[in-house]
């Protein structure tokens, strides 16, 4: 550390001032005076030789000495932010004030810019006082990390870190799949024998255990820790933390897997007739029902960026879904066996799948593109992805924690390694914490992975500490602002940017909603006339006289064009005629 | 075993609950933040549908309907606002009868019966002692703004006969010289019995006059042969006038840009003129279905509020060709006068069955003290609203009013005939010499000359 710190304090802004001097009091001798406060009046004395009586200009001068001894800010202007902290705050690409634009546009332009610029700013300015910084783990030299065993991580870390780390032997009831809550605070374990329990799990308290004397397909936590989804052999069933059964929804059967969109209220299940169905948890209605046509769907991941819905399929296909379109948004081939499992990172760039090609790929779905793949011999049944990006895999009964894997420096040696006895059923990162949750055959275990969690996080949205006046408060608010799921779409920030539809797309729109074409042309109708003077021949004379108005135009104008130019033509020829005279013109008649 | 890793190569989070959670129950929540965009998804979505919950509860809330202010027995003919006090204005009716109210308390102060037949004008001294009326009985009358003693009778401080009926009276800024109109627009001075000058340009009568509030030797005033006639006070002979296809019936300066001023017209229509440039108006206002009354501008200039024989009144951004409200009530019949109160938070609408009605501004506005919270939310809403206004939702929900079902068939009726007459020019240009029916737009039409 004593090696850095020069060059950082060189590196910073703040220029070396030439440290000062207290000014001079009048016990101290003149001797000890600094050069600098020194100067100024031997200046003066100079003065005063140059000027004999000088005693009225004495006075600007002694002033300007007093100057001299006030205090000088030694950080000028505004505190500099660095680069990367600005870009992480930016959003979109900065408007430019179009070239001929007027005053008004203009200055709407520019204010709203600096209004942005300034909310950036202030943004990136906040990261210095965000309290928490993220967990590491660094082997020593030569030492791999992954071979550092977890009881070794919680010996060495403090009291309350090393009780993250412990196991539940459950061996009746397993495999378990698990689900934290958003604030992490929260677990929810369900065997696949029929045992669900929910715990508080950093102080290991029991809000309640119970048995569905069923099959227990997969557990979800709804928008708060009040209650769950469980997807029993049939149905699909809510309870609420102390284990009391809310609803039975029947409307959603033989569910395999579910995703929970918490900021549009809507529990995602897939099931294995080939159904993918929404179901909106705030009214308890169900929103879309789509027929996937894909056979058994016990593959699904959510997209936190942008709530698409993706499924893995048999025939190593993966498809991307909103509840507003019937067929898939995207289908991408990505394996060439069964894919087995995939996750999707927060900020909904990258895709890691695993297939029963024992492979495991990551894609940039933005652009749909492959970055890098990798072969592991036992492939990946689970995986899932940590919120600062550390990807775990269950390779067999082992887990293996990747770091760095987002972005396109192939996969190396796994960053951490536990190995498990039984199958590995279900893989969860907790919130925040830096603890990935894992379910299998014996019983479920929390294993501690420094540096996988969040450090900061923001009350207002999810907050671990929360109370139970503010978890009330919360949710009145998030049902306030639900998102509505017509919203749900690949792109969700294309909501705030102009509409560039062409006049004839937005006509099209505008005919279809209508149900009739506000600007088509109304045919003629000839009043009915007195006096005999409607007889049909009439009528059919006075309809002859608008008919083909337009066409009558179009030709008028085309003839006229016509002549114009044949005109012209003659004109042409005729000066031609003339220049190309001959000595023996003057001789015809 | 051992184990062999310092605290320095590892670090786990750890958070203790004494810096996130409130010590005594006392304080107030700890709230960290995180701004990162990444912890935050959905974030237009989110903000879109705030605007969409503010823009439905801005309906929800608007209720502009503030206190009905009754006594008076006849229609009210005309409004004015008290020159130095808020809380005042002063009201006169079609029996004669001037009534001073006090708003807050919504009850009336004094009684005068000032005319006989209509009072046709009031307007209130610049330093709110006294106000001057006019009637039908041909008199200007001057009253003080204090009440008389217990036992004293009511008497004008002054009164002046003329000759012939007025119909309009304004009071200078800063002098003590007032204006009428009737046969001739008169200036007068406040000590003197007869006219210092009178203006006429081969008119009979005239319906309105005001004074420029910020050039304040300028007049204008409508003439019943449909034109807008503008005079300098310090000059002999008016200056120009523009002349309309219709009538206008009262004009209103704008206070903050005097040089522009709208004009309430028969032709449903109101316009607003710059005085630079007489021959085109730079608005055409259009909403009314029937004849425009009275129109009073805000007094920061950016709205105006026009009163209508069709029974309603409406609320234009001064550079708007639509109507942003629309008030109405089931009670209330033509509105024959209308003014802005001068905190720019209530509007004062006097109709013919005897009542004064006051109305919110901003018709979805909490009256009374805000607090700091209720103040934000209230910008935070109205930015948002503006943020996502072209959206199709947003805006269909914001645009809504209801609207009585007369005048949704006259405004109905109206475009069909507008729709009508469109299709019949075109068609005299179809079948004319091209070039002899020229094309006019919506703001030509309407005025007929400008003279010099």
Redesign the interface.
């Known amino acids: 550390m004593s090696a850095v710190m020069p060059e950082l304090l060189t590196s910073t802004h703040v220029e070396k001032m030439k440290k000062k001097k207290p000014p001079k009091r009048y016990w101290e001798e003149t001797e000890n005076t600094d050069q600098s406060q020194r100067r100024p009046e031997e200046e003066e004395g100079k003065a005063g030789q140059n000027q004999n009586e000088s005693t009225v200009k004495e006075r600007p001068l002694k002033r300007k000495n007093d100057e001299r001894l006030e205090k000088k800010d030694p950080f000028p202007g505004e505190a500099p932010i660095p680069h990367k902290q600005l870009q992480k705050f930016q959003r979109g690409e900065k408007c430019k004030v179009p070239a001929g634009a007027r005053r008004r546009l203009k200055e709407a332009i520019t204010s709203s810019e600096a209004m942005s610029e300034h909310a950036q700013k202030q943004a990136a300015r906040y990261d210095l006082l965000l309290p928490e910084d993220a967990g590491f783990l660094e082997g020593d030299e030569d030492e791999d990390t992954n071979t550092i065993s977890q009881d070794d991580i919680a010996d060495a870390v403090d009291i309350t870190s090393g009780s993250k780390y412990f196991s539940l032997h459950l061996s009746q009831f397993g495999p378990y799949r698990l689900d934290y809550s958003r604030t992490g605070r929260h677990l929810l374990v369900g065997g696949k024998k029929g045992h669900v329990a929910c715990i508080d799990w950093q102080t290991k308290d029991l809000m309640c255990e119970m048995n569905v004397m069923e099959t227990v397909n997969d557990v979800k936590w709804l928008h708060t820790e009040a209650m769950f989804a469980v997807a029993q052999k049939r149905w699909l069933y809510i309870y609420d933390s102390k284990g009391v059964e809310l609803h039975c929804v029947k409307k959603f059967n033989d569910v395999l897997r579910m995703q929970f969109l918490p900021y549009h209220f809507l529990l995602a299940t897939a099931s294995a007739t080939g159904f993918l169905q929404y179901l909106d948890v705030s009214v308890g209605k169900e929103v879309a029902a789509i027929c996937t046509k894909m056979g058994r769907l016990d593959v699904m991941a959510q997209n936190p960026h942008n709530a698409v819905i993706h499924l893995g399929h048999p025939n190593g296909t993966i498809s991307l879904w909103s509840p507003n379109q019937k067929e898939p948004l995207v289908k991408m081939l990505c394996h060439r066996g069964a894919v087995r499992s995939l996750t999707v990172d927060k900020t909904g760039t990258y895709m890691v799948t695993s297939g029963l090609d024992r492979k495991l790929k990551v894609y940039d779905i933005r652009a749909f593109k492959p970055l890098h793949s990798c072969f592991l011999p036992a492939g990946a049944s689970c995986l899932s992805l940590s919120q600062r990006g550390l990807l775990s895999a269950a390779t067999g009964d082992i887990v293996q924690v990747y770091q760095n894997i987002l972005g396109s420096s192939p996969v190396s040696k796994p960053y951490m390694a536990h190995r498990l006895r039984g199958q590995i059923w279900g893989l969860a990162y907790c919130p925040f914490e830096d603890v990935l949750g894992i379910g299998h055959g014996e019983g479920f275990t929390s294993m501690i992975v420094p540096g996988a969690g969040e450090p900061n996080f923001d009350a207002l949205d999810t907050n671990p500490f929360r109370s139970y006046e503010q978890r009330q408060e919360w949710e009145v608010k998030a049902l306030l602002e639900k998102v509505q799921p017509e919203l749900i779409g690949l792109h969700p920030e294309q909501l705030s940017k102009v509409d560039q539809a062409s006049f004839e797309q937005r006509h099209k729109e505008q005919v279809e909603a209508l149900g009739f074409d506000p600007l088509a042309k109304v045919k003629f109708k000839p009043k009915t006339k007195k006096k005999g003077r409607s007889s049909a021949g009439a009528i059919e004379k006075r309809k002859r006289k608008v008919a083909h108005e337009d066409q009558r135009d179009e030709i008028r104008q085309s003839v006229q064009e016509r002549t114009e130019r044949e005109k012209e033509l003659k004109e042409k020829s005729n000066e031609k005629k003339l220049g190309n005279k001959s000595t023996l013109d003057r001789f015809r008649k | ?1 051992q ?5 320095d ?7 203790n ?1 004494d ?3 409130r010590e005594t129950t006392r304080d107030i ?22 605007a969409l ?1 503010a823009t439905k509860l801005e309906r929800v809330f608007a209720k502009p309907f503030v206190a009905s202010l009754d006594g008076h027995r006849d229609g009210i003919s005309c409004i004015t606002k008290h020159a130095k006090s808020l809380s005042t204005v002063i009201s006169g009716a079609c029996d004669g009868e001037v009534k001073l109210w006090n708003l807050p308390r919504q009850e009336c102060l004094r009684t005068v019966q000032a005319h006989e037949g209509f009072v046709r004008g009031i307007c209130s001294r610049f330093c709110g002692t006294s106000f001057f009326t006019v009637g039908d009985d041909k008199t200007i009358k001057q009253w003080n703004l204090e009440a008389p003693g217990y036992g004293v009778r009511e008497e004008p401080i002054n009164t002046i006969l003329g000759k012939a009926v007025f119909t309009g009276i304004d009071h200078h800024q800063r002098e003590s010289t007032f204006v009428t109109c009737g046969q001739t627009v008169d200036i007068w001075d406040e000590q003197r019995s007869s006219p210092i000058r009178s203006f006429s340009w081969g008119v009979d009568s005239f319906s309105c006059v005001r004074y420029n509030p910020v050039e304040t030797e300028l007049l204008a005033s409508c003439a019943s042969d449909r034109s807008i006639v503008l005079y300098d006070t310090r000059e002999s002979a008016p200056l120009r006038k523009v002349i309309m296809q219709l009538r206008s019936n009262t004009l209103c300066w704008n206070p903050m840009e005097a040089y522009y001023f709208t004009c309430a017209n028969e032709d449903y229509n109101l316009y607003t003129y710059d005085i630079r440039h007489l021959d085109v108006p730079v608005t055409v206002h259009m909403d009314h279905v029937s004849a425009v009354l009275d129109v009073d501008y805000s007094p920061t200039g950016r709205e105006f509020v026009s009163a209508s024989f069709d029974k309603t009144i409406r609320i234009f951004p001064k550079d708007k060709g639509h109507s942003r409200e629309v008030y109405h009530t089931k009670r209330m019949q033509h509105v024959i006068c209308v003014r802005w109160s001068a905190d720019n938070k209530y509007v004062l609408s006097g109709s013919d069955e005897m009542n004064i009605r006051l109305w919110k501004a901003n018709a979805s506005e909490k009256l009374g003290l805000l607090s700091t919270r209720e103040k934000a939310a209230a910008h935070y809403n109205k930015k948002l609203i503006e943020k996502f206004q072209h ?1 199709p939702q947003v805006r269909r929900i914001a645009r809504h009013r209801h609207l009585p079902g007369d005048i949704l068939k006259q405004k109905r009726e109206q475009r069909e005939m507008k729709e009508a007459r469109r299709r019949r020019e075109q068609n005299v240009r179809k079948h004319s010499k091209p070039g002899s029916v020229p094309l006019l737009t919506e703001k030509e039409k309407h005025v007929a000359a400008v003279v010099e």
């Open positions: 075993h184990s062999a890793y310092e605290s190569n590892i670090k786990v989070l750890c958070r609950p810096d996130y959670v929540q700890r709230v960290p933040r995180n701004y990162d965009p990444t912890l935050h998804p959905f974030e237009v979505p989110r903000e879109y549908t705030r919950n959206h």
